[in-house]
């Protein structure tokens, strides 16, 4: 067995090589630490000067501290690349940026990634695997479920519920409910880029626009 910490981020698209330069500074100085991408279809050796793994050789490697984040926006895909972890007894971590803001009682699960510049206020509760991109807020009272993506410059206003799965798109606007009727963002929603959301979006629904309207079929 091997006492080397391993901290891999799952995805090195985009977004992964975006989550990377965190999860460096928040776990990098850890003495003699390595930083990986974790990629399922490997076409490259190394990203950005971090080595690329498949999730077998990840699984294999006889470390005793090995962690994960799933750098991948698709909620439903980031459930089952989860899964897969957790069978294979790879932990997961949160990865939070430097600058990332967070006021009073505040409850988050594990596997989240907070980009820069992204605030939480107070009294909010956020499931597993959640991702914040950059310059995203959520306002108080707010409830958030499982797998939830925010692209980037997301406006979630207080008193808003938001289920499992559902994808809250860039530059989206999301009106602030009341602690008697919440705001509330079904099931594997989407929320288009831009829309003004000022009324409860259906579960499975794809909303878009201001005021924001279920897109045309």
Request: some cysteine; charged content about 20%; overall charge negative.
């Amino acid at each position: 067995m091997d006492n080397t910490p391993i901290y891999a981020a799952y995805g090195k698209s985009g977004f992964g090589r975006e989550v990377m330069p965190i999860v460096v500074e928040q776990f990098g100085r850890e003495e003699q630490s390595v930083s990986v991408f974790i990629d399922d279809g490997k076409t490259d050796e190394a990203v950005n000067g971090h080595s690329v793994w498949s999730f077998e050789e990840l699984e294999a490697h006889p470390s005793l501290k090995k962690k994960i984040v799933i750098a991948i926006a698709d909620g439903r895909v980031r459930e089952e690349l989860a899964n897969k972890c957790a069978a294979a007894n790879i932990g997961f971590m949160s990865v939070v940026a430097s600058n990332h803001l967070r006021m009073d009682n505040c409850m988050v699960g594990e596997g989240a990634i907070f980009c820069p510049f992204t605030t939480l206020t107070s009294n909010i509760v956020i499931g597993v695997h959640f991702q914040c991109n950059i310059y995203s807020y959520i306002a108080h009272d707010c409830v958030i479920g499982d797998f939830v993506t925010f692209a980037p410059g997301v406006k979630c206003n207080g008193n808003v519920h938001i289920e499992d799965h559902a994808y809250i798109g860039t530059g989206a606007i999301l009106k602030q409910g009341t602690s008697d009727l919440p705001l509330r963002i079904g099931r594997g929603a989407v929320v288009g880029m831009g829309a003004v959301v000022t009324k409860d979006v259906a579960p499975g629904a794809i909303v878009v626009g201001n005021p924001a309207r279920p897109l045309a079929k």
